[in-house]
């Protein structure tokens, strides 16, 4: 028999797992995810990935609140530990959900918990490893089963898959494909799992863990003066690096990384940051156009001949330019 699950997620990537399982025929009990939340400008209450999921297969939808001061802790712990027992769960799935789950939760459900985290473990913990894989210029990552435990991705990890990072991958591409491969392996390892079968205890590895920041929307701000210069081809050097007031995109970065940058086009770091950061946070930066200071977006940017081109952007109040139009305003603000 199945086990009875209670899946914990949020976006759109924590559906590729949820649809997997349900696919198998796993019985899905109930799901917790975010609180509505107000959404674009005319700020409409809007249900999560997961919770429109529950909706139309008429399965429990759990939301509890979040704690006022941080994120990853409930505001009402003992009630959320009883809405989720009163399911009779006999296993806990995660997958892109940003609240630890209690260890006193964990220890009372059948065979406890099992989390899909999008790199290979112990490298890249933390709630944001696909971008700074793709930032520290990785050619290689994957995915992890690893066991919930008191801290985020400290489990005991039961089953790994590596997977290729393409030269044009963005977090949205890394991620998908990461996903759809945490699911396929989901599905084919929790059978004998929930049996303990021993084959699935990886040895412990040597290798050193590695922990990522959560991305805010301040991380994707970048000079524009920065912008400029991977514009014109210039070459990274120290002094430029310093030039970035986002000291933690650096204090992120690999020491490797930071090496290889030195003596490199400034392009070629920032093609990286915005695919990195594509879909969220983005990059944006800050111009003075028409005697104002504005803030612009970049939609899209490619790399050609280490020059940075930027074929969209999007002024604050506008609607995005494109093609020619994005030329003329970049040209303009140069001039200025």
């Given at each position: 028999?199945?086990?009875?699950?209670?899946?914990?997620?949020?976006?759109?990537?924590?559906?590729?797992?949820?649809?997997?399982?349900?696919?198998?025929?796993f019985?899905?009990?109930?799901?917790?995810?975010k609180p509505?939340?107000?959404?674009?400008?005319?700020?409409?209450?809007?249900e999560t990935?997961?919770a429109?999921?529950?909706?139309?297969?008429?399965?429990?939808s759990?939301?509890?609140?979040?704690?006022?001061?941080?994120?990853?802790?409930?505001?009402?712990?003992?009630?959320?530990?009883?809405?989720?027992?009163?399911t009779?769960?006999?296993?806990?799935?995660?997958?892109?959900?940003?609240?630890?789950?209690?260890?006193?939760l964990i220890?009372?459900?059948?065979?406890?918990?099992?989390?899909?985290h999008?790199?290979?473990?112990?490298h890249?913990?933390?709630p944001?490893?696909?971008?700074?894989?793709?930032?520290?210029?990785?050619?290689?990552?994957?995915?992890?089963?690893?066991?919930?435990?008191?801290?985020?991705?400290e489990?005991?990890?039961?089953?790994?898959?590596?997977?290729?990072?393409?030269?044009?991958?963005?977090?949205?591409?890394?991620?998908?494909?990461?996903?759809?491969?945490?699911?396929?392996?989901?599905?084919?390892?929790?059978?004998?799992?929930?049996?303990?079968?021993?084959?699935?205890?990886?040895?412990?590895t040597?290798?050193l863990?590695?922990?990522?920041?959560?991305?805010?929307?301040?991380?994707?701000?970048?000079?524009?003066e920065?912008i400029?210069?991977?514009?014109?081809g210039?070459?990274?050097?120290?002094?430029?690096?310093?030039?970035?007031?986002n000291?933690?995109?650096?204090?992120?970065?690999t020491?490797?990384?930071r090496?290889?940058?030195?003596?490199?086009?400034?392009?070629?770091?920032?093609?990286?940051?915005?695919?990195?950061?594509h879909?969220?946070?983005?990059l944006?930066?800050?111009?003075?156009i028409n005697?104002?200071?504005?803030?612009?977006?970049?939609?899209d940017?490619?790399?050609?001949?280490?020059?940075?081109?930027?074929n969209?952007?999007q002024?604050?109040?506008?609607?995005?330019?494109?093609?020619?139009?994005?030329?003329?305003?970049?040209?303009?603000?140069?001039?200025?």
């Amino acid at each position: 028999m199945n086990p009875r699950i209670i899946f914990f997620g949020t976006p759109d990537y924590s559906l590729i797992i949820l649809e997997a399982l349900h696919k198998a025929k796993f019985p899905i009990v109930a799901v917790v995810t975010k609180p509505p939340r107000p959404i674009g400008r005319k700020q409409i209450l809007t249900e999560t990935p997961v919770a429109r999921w529950a909706a139309n297969h008429q399965v429990v939808s759990i939301t509890p609140q979040t704690h006022a001061l941080h994120y990853w802790q409930y505001a009402d712990e003992a009630k959320f530990m009883s809405e989720v027992l009163t399911t009779k769960p006999d296993i806990l799935i995660t997958a892109d959900y940003t609240q630890l789950i209690p260890m006193p939760l964990i220890r009372q459900v059948k065979y406890g918990g099992l989390n899909i985290h999008p790199s290979l473990l112990p490298h890249y913990r933390g709630p944001a490893p696909v971008p700074w894989a793709i930032l520290n210029g990785e050619t290689e990552t994957g995915v992890s089963i690893v066991t919930l435990a008191e801290k985020f991705d400290e489990g005991v990890v039961i089953a790994q898959e590596k997977e290729p990072i393409k030269n044009d991958d963005t977090t949205h591409t890394l991620l998908t494909r990461l996903f759809e491969k945490g699911a396929e392996l989901l599905v084919d390892i929790l059978p004998q799992y929930i049996k303990k079968n021993p084959n699935y205890q990886l040895p412990t590895t040597n290798s050193l863990p590695s922990s990522t920041p959560r991305l805010t929307r301040e991380h994707g701000f970048i000079p524009w003066e920065l912008i400029q210069s991977a514009i014109e081809g210039k070459i990274f050097d120290l002094a430029t690096m310093k030039q970035c007031s986002n000291e933690t995109i650096f204090k992120t970065l690999t020491a490797s990384s930071r090496n290889a940058l030195q003596n490199t086009s400034i392009a070629i770091f920032l093609d990286r940051l915005f695919r990195a950061f594509h879909p969220w946070p983005g990059l944006w930066t800050k111009i003075r156009i028409n005697n104002q200071e504005k803030r612009m977006k970049l939609l899209d940017v490619k790399l050609k001949e280490n020059k940075l081109i930027i074929n969209s952007v999007q002024l604050e109040g506008k609607t995005p330019f494109h093609g020619s139009e994005t030329e003329k305003m970049i040209q303009k603000i140069l001039a200025t």
